[in-house]
């Protein structure tokens, strides 16, 4: 039986007005700068799948998360979501709907809880803003499932109590306790020890597989996509540059981007050593995106039409897709 898609973007951008420069400002030219923060993304993901985005720093995952949770209003494009239709066009009810559905894990859940709620507080509060079950009884069971026992321990505790990975589990805990349908983790482990972080991993699938959930996993760490990835889309400056299965996009990569980024990830073992792909520079900002491909200036296979043609994201398998002249 095919799982039916929890949400769909299609041509998704969403860009922010910069100030004018001050050389702008002296001469008089009144040209609107804009950062293309996401610059035409299309996704789907499933009831029960983990859909991992990866890509540098500044590549707009946080963005393309936060725009498709309608955090940011799109610029253009549209979001789809089973049972709701379109959430970037939807009036105040559907939204107030959609928000009961969809949840968010940030990076760092030293910010994410406020410092004056205890655990209890802490998860209690969206229950009672969802008119869901809050007695405590309940708030156990779900900081028991998200892997804090005895839970009956942590419920008087202040975040400052609290390890990193305690303080992630009960972020976890938050973001679950009403069953969303779809759940954005940004960078759930990035600023956790290596040794806790399987933990956290394990558990966000477990949730996606259990409850059915459709869960976007933005990381900039390839090494990490292997233990929760169903899949993986690939993205730089905005753009998904590729997107497969995850065992395809880890051991046979095909846009000269994913093969670099995967040439960084480190062996473990007897296994011999990848040969490292070195880019040239740094990734550029996305308010002076590069004409054609947007990858062409860093890019060691780079073609002449690159510099002036824009790749589409076209077919190369049944399940794989790559943005890249090469494939023509």
């Given at each position: 039986?095919?799982?039916?898609?929890?949400?769909?973007?299609?041509?998704?951008?969403?860009?922010?007005?910069?100030?004018?420069?001050?050389?702008?400002?002296?001469?008089?030219?009144?040209?609107?700068?804009?950062?293309?923060?996401?610059?035409?993304?299309?996704?789907?993901?499933?009831?029960?799948?983990?859909?991992?985005?990866?890509?540098?720093?500044?590549?707009?995952?946080?963005?393309?998360?936060?725009?498709?949770?309608?955090?940011?209003?799109?610029?253009?494009?549209?979001?789809?979501?089973?049972?709701?239709?379109?959430?970037?066009?939807?009036?105040?009810?559907?939204?107030?709907?959609?928000?009961?559905?969809?949840?968010?894990?940030?990076?760092?859940?030293?910010?994410?809880?406020?410092?004056?709620?205890?655990?209890?507080?802490?998860?209690?509060?969206?229950?009672?803003?969802?008119?869901?079950?809050?007695?405590?009884?309940?708030?156990?069971?779900?900081?028991?499932?998200?892997?804090?026992?005895?839970?009956?321990?942590?419920?008087?505790?202040?975040?400052?109590?609290?390890?990193?990975?305690?303080?992630?589990?009960?972020?976890?805990?938050?973001?679950?306790?009403?069953?969303?349908?779809?759940?954005?983790?940004?960078?759930?482990?990035?600023?956790?020890?290596?040794?806790?972080?399987?933990?956290?991993?394990?558990?966000?699938?477990?949730?996606?597989?259990?409850?059915?959930?459709?869960?976007?996993?933005?990381?900039?760490?390839?090494?990490?996509?292997?233990?929760?990835?169903?899949?993986?889309?690939?993205?730089?400056?905005?753009?998904?540059?590729?997107?497969?299965?995850?065992?395809?996009?880890?051991?046979?990569?095909?846009?000269?981007?994913?093969?670099?980024?995967?040439?960084?990830?480190?062996?473990?073992?007897?296994?011999?050593?990848?040969?490292?792909?070195?880019?040239?520079?740094?990734?550029?900002?996305?308010?002076?995106?590069?004409?054609?491909?947007?990858?062409?200036?860093?890019?060691?296979q780079s073609l002449p039409r690159c510099a002036a043609d824009v790749p589409s994201l076209k077919p190369l398998a049944a399940t794989r897709l790559v943005s890249c002249h090469l494939y023509d």
């Open positions: 039986m095919v799982s039916s898609v929890i949400i769909e973007a299609r041509e998704l951008r969403k860009y922010f007005p910069l100030k004018r420069s001050l050389i702008s400002r002296l001469t008089g030219d009144r040209t609107p700068r804009l950062l293309k923060a996401v610059d035409g993304v299309s996704l789907s993901i499933r009831e029960g799948e983990v859909l991992g985005l990866v890509g540098e720093s500044g590549s707009g995952k946080s963005t393309t998360g936060m725009t498709l949770l309608n955090l940011y209003e799109p610029t253009s494009g549209e979001i789809h979501f089973d049972g709701l239709g379109r959430i970037d066009t939807a009036d105040r009810e559907k939204i107030k709907k959609f928000r009961r559905q969809a949840q968010i894990v940030f990076q760092n859940p030293y910010e994410a809880l406020n410092p004056r709620y205890t655990v209890e507080h802490a998860v209690r509060e969206p229950l009672i803003i969802h008119h869901e079950n809050a007695a405590r009884e309940n708030i156990i069971r779900v900081l028991t499932r998200a892997g804090l026992t005895p839970a009956e321990t942590y419920l008087d505790r202040y975040p400052h109590q609290l390890s990193g990975g305690q303080l992630q589990r009960v972020a976890i805990a938050r973001a679950i306790a009403i069953e969303p349908r779809f759940l954005v983790a940004d960078e759930p482990v990035s600023m956790l020890d290596i040794s806790i972080r399987a933990g956290i991993l394990n558990l966000l699938r477990s949730f996606a597989s259990e409850l059915k959930m459709g869960v976007l996993y933005i990381s900039h760490d390839l090494s990490t996509m292997r233990h929760i990835a169903n899949r993986i889309a690939v993205m730089y400056l905005g753009r998904i540059v590729e997107i497969g299965p995850t065992s395809d996009i880890l051991e046979r990569p095909q846009h000269p981007y994913t093969q670099a980024l995967v040439a960084a990830v480190p062996l473990i073992g007897a296994r011999g050593k990848r040969r490292r792909i070195r880019l040239n520079g740094s990734i550029p900002s996305a308010a002076a995106i590069p004409p054609g491909c947007p990858f062409h200036p860093r890019c060691p």
